[in-house]
């Protein structure tokens, strides 16, 4: 331990992502004291500067952060990131993630680092990084089996039962707008910035047109060059077109993949919440809806309890 | 006619795309007796430069083409080209393109730039500038009704019953490979230079899986991602992997667009023949194969002769 005293009243919490890193003080029953972010996120940072990029957050959260364990998840984990922690394979216990933590000490710092997850399927290899430890928060929902959304820019479905994950399958939907919106022929006619109404009437008909037809996809996509050369489509509407046939293939593609009736929770914030929503909505399901950023919080303040059980039990 | 003299036996024709020019000089069968290309393309260019542009290219091709009439198809005929030829709403006959065609002329040219063809359905409004050209050079195969395949950035897929456009689509096949290759999460597993071969088998597996389930795209692009990461894919066997599941994907979809046992052309040139007329095989059609610059010189020298036809009505 490095001479470190540890309290174990609070916890630091770190969702450290691909472009961002955002650091709570969390009081001894989870809940935020303060909260510390940036845009340094894991892909511009290297060896030493990991630690000290995350001290001076803890410091900016004041005394009370200061020596208090610290849990991490998302590319901070990478190879790249501060320190690996391989990947579990599913199917996986979501309260073992801290059982296949990987430990990072410093001159201030004592942390964990959870590992994400990893499908080793010939057909469909697939990898999460972050996703899982807002499944392990929303794994305290008991009981609950079905498929959870983790929309976003690789947008995650994951079929959960009872704190197991399954299986799961990353979607490009987040990426592929972006990309169709600043880089290829769309970019004359979306608006990337566009903010989307999740009851706008352009929005709406996309989305039910991608539920319907989700193999059209490659082919409607290009509707959104043509509805701004022939009918005048604005820019703002053009991106809520692209915004809705995304979401509704997306959506609709995973649908197809569990019986009807499976429940269905929805992990999100921002704008994407009200947008995949109603999206379920047009498909005839109802979603609970739970915030991404409490269930991160909640999932390593989780992990910092099993971890203390851990400790007791070594 | 501004004192030119226009020489019926020739025809200079004119595939001036969005970032290509090809000029060739054919003779009064329509051969090619020489050809001038360039990556001049429409986007680049404007107002007096069209007219500079071309005049150096048909210099290029010597004397004999001086003073011959030009026929153009493609961006050239778009808002911003040299003169828009306003696109001809479906159903078309492939025969009254010229009909529709502007002209332009200037100190040493006297030509003809074809017009598009939109497609004016509320649902998914497309257009196309340049493959019509191909399909009036396909439309002297006499006596063809069914689907036409013209792969490139954005693939086109064209109902025709003999000698009329029915109905397309685009599809941003293409475009999307390189936009996933260069630009997204997977262009640090990809090696977009790749060159695909349509008997790989990381290719056909690829081409298979988009055909069976074209409505999982979204899903299964990610695992390109997931199978360099977890098993090791190679840069070059993640772009056959990429190629294969976005061509399976299209002609997956587009198929299920049309009755089985529906007659299929390939209008295609370059590495994208092979590899649809394989990914067809695949799904068990025999298409017919046509070479794409063939079609667009045939359709260019076919309007020429119908233009002439016009002056001599006229």
């Given at each position: 331990?490095?001479?470190?005293?540890?309290?174990?009243?609070?916890?630091?919490?770190?969702?450290?992502?691909?472009?961002?890193?955002?650091?709570?003080?969390?009081?001894?029953?989870?809940?935020?004291?303060?909260?510390?972010?940036?845009?340094?996120?894991?892909?511009?940072?290297?060896?030493?500067?990991?630690?000290?990029?995350?001290?001076?957050?803890?410091?900016?959260?004041?005394?009370?952060?200061?020596?208090?364990?610290?849990?991490?998840?998302?590319?901070?984990?990478?190879?790249?990131?501060?320190?690996?922690?391989?990947?579990?394979?599913?199917?996986?216990?979501?309260?073992?993630?801290?059982?296949?933590?990987?430990?990072?000490?410093?001159?201030?710092?004592?942390?964990?680092?959870?590992?994400?997850?990893?499908?080793?399927?010939?057909?469909?290899?697939d990898?999460m990084?972050?996703e899982?430890?807002?499944?392990?928060?929303?794994?305290?929902?008991?009981?609950?089996?079905?498929l959870v959304c983790l929309p976003g820019t690789h947008c995650k479905w994951v079929?959960?039962?009872?704190?197991?994950?399954?299986?799961f399958s990353s979607a490009m939907t987040g990426e592929i707008f972006?990309?169709?919106?600043?880089?290829?022929?769309?970019?004359?006619?979306?608006?990337?910035?566009?903010?989307?109404?999740?009851?706008?009437?352009?929005?709406?008909?996309?989305?039910?047109?991608?539920?319907?037809?989700?193999?059209?996809?490659?082919?409607?996509?290009?509707?959104?060059?043509?509805?701004?050369?022939?009918?005048?489509?604005?820019?703002?509407?053009?991106?809520?077109?692209?915004s809705?046939?995304l979401i509704g293939t997306d959506t609709?593609a995973a649908?197809?993949?569990?019986?009807?009736?499976?429940?269905?929770?929805l992990i999100a914030?921002?704008?994407f919440a009200?947008l995949y929503?109603?999206v379920?909505?047009?498909?005839?399901?109802?979603?609970?809806?739970?915030?991404a950023?409490?269930?991160?919080?909640?999932?390593?303040?989780?992990?910092?309890?099993?971890?203390?059980?851990?400790?007791?039990?070594?």
């Open positions: 331990m490095i001479g470190l005293v540890v309290d174990g009243a609070f916890t630091v919490a770190v969702d450290w992502g691909t472009s961002s890193l955002r650091v709570w003080l969390l009081d001894s029953a989870g809940a935020p004291l303060g909260e510390s972010r940036s845009a340094e996120g894991a892909d511009g940072l290297a060896g030493g500067a990991f630690e000290a990029c995350l001290t001076r957050h803890i410091e900016r959260l004041g005394s009370a952060a200061r020596g208090v364990r610290v849990v991490m998840c998302g590319m901070v984990g990478a190879r790249n990131g501060w320190r690996e922690a391989p990947y579990m394979p599913i199917p996986a216990r979501l309260d073992e993630l801290p059982r296949h933590a990987m430990r990072v000490a410093g001159a201030g710092v004592e942390a964990l680092i959870l590992p994400g997850l990893v499908r080793n399927h010939a057909d469909a290899p990898v990084r972050g899982e430890t807002q499944l392990l928060g929303f794994s305290a929902v008991p009981g609950f089996s079905g079929r959960v039962r009872e704190g197991v994950v399954e299986d972006r990309l169709l919106a600043q880089h290829s022929v769309l970019r004359h006619v979306v608006d990337p910035q566009a903010r989307i109404a999740a009851d706008d009437p352009v929005f709406l008909r996309a989305a039910a047109a991608g539920l319907a037809r989700p193999e059209a996809l490659l082919h409607t996509l290009f509707s959104v060059r043509g509805a701004a050369l022939v009918a005048g489509l604005s820019a703002s509407a053009a991106a809520a077109r692209l809705g046939l609709g649908l197809r993949e569990v019986p009807p009736g499976t429940p269905v929770s914030s921002g704008p009200a929503e109603r379920f909505g047009l498909a005839g399901v109802r979603p609970r809806v739970f915030d950023d409490e269930m991160v919080r909640a999932g390593l303040f989780r992990a910092a309890r099993l971890w203390d059980e851990m400790e007791l039990r070594a």
